[in-house]
């Protein structure tokens, strides 16, 4: 079973960028369509942003805007998101699990980011 750690986030101010990371344990890894999901408080968990095996497809909510990256490095299993131009309203913890299927492997613990104005 494939598990994830994610990390990399903080406390920024709005404009500013963050880079968050996502280490996947296990063989299979390469396998997975992954993604970034975020949850602020009160709120539902959303898709963020997803990436095919590959890395040669990329998706992101409609909030992104341009200003957040997916990308992967199948030969160390990570994962990141490149964020730039954050706002207030980005403020959430972010997690990353696989996208593109219902199927979800074990949720980690997420890293917060917070986002002042």
């Known amino acids: 079973q494939v598990q994830l750690a994610e990390s990399g986030g903080g406390s920024v101010q709005a404009g500013g960028s963050l880079r968050l990371s996502c280490a996947a344990s296990?063989?299979?890894?390469?396998?997975?369509?992954m993604g970034w999901y975020r949850q602020a408080p009160g709120k539902e968990r959303e898709f963020v942003a997803g990436?095919?095996?590959?890395?040669?497809?990329?998706a992101y909510g409609d909030f992104v805007k341009g200003r957040f990256t997916i990308s992967r490095d199948n030969a160390k299993n990570m994962v990141y998101l490149q964020m730039n131009s954050l706002k207030p309203e980005d403020t959430a913890i972010y997690y990353c699990?696989?996208?593109?299927?219902?199927?979800?492997?074990?949720w980690g613990q997420g890293t917060q980011v917070t986002v002042s104005s």
């Open positions: 699990n696989t996208a593109y299927s219902s199927s979800k492997l074990t």
């Open positions: 296990g063989r299979t890894f390469s396998s997975y369509a």
């Open positions: 990436i095919t095996v590959s890395g040669g497809s990329t």
